[in-house]
């Protein structure tokens, strides 16, 4: 094997061999091996995306524009709509909020174009209810005992919390909840989260319907990051309004009355010096200075092509772990335009 290839894993030369054994360790962001059972980091952080938990306080330093928004968002207790360019760093605000004031895991809803209010609130497994009745049926098992498959009682059993019903539950402290590219959704969405994030309540039917025979009128479920909690007569009601906040990559616009009821961020595209930061946590200080020039690299195209800083951080780790030698051509593959040529 030449100079040249011994990078290279898969060679293409049509015959079997030991090569993934000398496959390096993966990225971080790419890291499953190190989670538990529960999905979370072996430092219990919940987010392996993009870096660990610890780091993500060094990932973003804003400005003083972006504290006073952020801190104006605290205060009002109003949703913060962060807009920018793929790369900005709007994802990291919010777990750089649940970090630095102490607020736990952050709740993370992506959103994509088939996004509902519904999946963002609760999620009631019927089928599954009606399965645990017929499978406990030939048992002679009668569903209104309290207690057996299927009854009432056990109803919290087939409800799940999503990430906006989970960060709305009642709690001293608000939970942070990241409402991720909401420009993506259906039309819809915008507008249906009106109410919600209003009123800082909701309702779930299937328990209201049989508070009344419920213990205490309270039901225990599953919230989205897999604790229980206990739901009262059907309805979750915050008491620390959530900080949430919603990400757009501008190809968008948002309805005015959901503007009117958030505050707006505009992230500008990030310099030098804080790719260089998103770099050194994410990789290392060796990796940074090595990188450099192609920090630089990625900056000057940023002007005229839409590049994300994802791309960047991919590049430098490639160049960097696997030191191949067609670097330059090989950082120019992975950095790819995400806008069409003009």
Sequence with gaps: M????EWLIYRGAGEPHDGID??????PWRDFASRDAAGRNGDG??????????????????????????????YLRRPLLVTGSPGAGKSTLAHSVAYELGLGNVLRWPIVSRSTLQDGLYHYDAIARLQDVQIA????TDPATPGAPGSVEGIGSYIRLGPLGTALLPSDTPRVLLIDELDKSDIDLPNDLLNVLEEGEFAVPELERVADRLPGGEAEVLTADGTKARVRD???RCRSFPFVVLTS?????FPAPLMRRCIHLELGRPDHKRLATFVRAHLGDEAARAGDDLITHFLERS???LVAADQLLNAIYLTDAAAPPSRDRLADLLIQRLDRPR
């Design 22 to 27: 000398r496959l390096p360790a993966p990225p």
């Design 137 to 140: 049926a030939p048992q002679g």
């Design 303 to 305: 002007r005229s092509e």
């Design 45 to 74: 952080s919940e987010d392996r995306r993009l870096g660990a938990h610890r780091h993500l306080a060094e990932l973003h330093r804003p400005g003083a524009e972006e504290l006073e928004m952020i801190n104006a968002a605290l």
């Design 2 to 5: 030449t100079e040249s290839s």
């Design 249 to 253: 990559n501008g190809e968008r616009d």
């Design 234 to 236: 059907g309805r979750v």
